[in-house]
């Protein structure tokens, strides 16, 4: 498990002001204002104050900052926040960066690797795994990925072939 988790990255400054634009990767991308105090890479703590939304981009007041150039030099900034601020997960629920370094098994019990990430490039969410042919991504859904435990460390794949994906 990690102890904190990324909520953003710093697109840069807005302004002359010392706002700053946030690529959020919460769930509504207001909130990741909303579990309080974010810190940097470096263990920089810094408060935010929402001040717009649109299409998953937050402008943000950062509390010292005053004007344009302290703001543009947070940019490329990855903001984090304890993973102890989040909400506890319903069962069947849990955080894609949970995932990151479990495995990964087939219904038959078979390892077939590692999970190295989860993303979402606008069609959906797709899991990265890391086995020994390399590199693979697959959907990450119920029809692909039926089990999930957290608990004990893995998720279950079903066996899937190119063939079985051309049908």
Do not use: W
Request: aromatic share 6%.
């Amino acid at each position: 498990m990690f102890n904190r988790v990324c909520v953003g990255i710093v697109l840069g400054a807005h302004g002359l002001k010392g706002a700053i634009r946030i690529k959020s990767f919460t769930d509504r991308a207001t909130d990741v204002v909303a579990y309080g105090e974010v810190e940097d890479e470096v263990g920089q703590h810094f408060q935010l104050r929402l001040l717009s939304e649109a299409k998953g981009i937050v402008t943000v007041m950062v509390d010292g900052k005053t004007d344009r150039d302290s703001a543009e030099a947070m940019k490329g900034a990855k903001l984090y926040i304890s993973r102890s601020a989040l909400p506890v997960t319903k069962i069947d629920e849990f955080y894609y960066h949970d995932l990151v370094g479990m495995a990964v098994i087939l219904v038959d019990e078979t390892k077939v690797g590692t999970v190295k990430r989860v993303v979402n490039f606008g069609g959906g969410d797709i899991i990265e795994i890391v086995c020994s042919l390399g590199d693979i991504m697959l959907p990450f859904n119920k029809e692909v990925v039926p089990v999930v435990d957290v608990a004990r460390n893995f998720l279950m794949i079903k066996p899937i072939t190119l063939i079985d994906n051309c049908i």
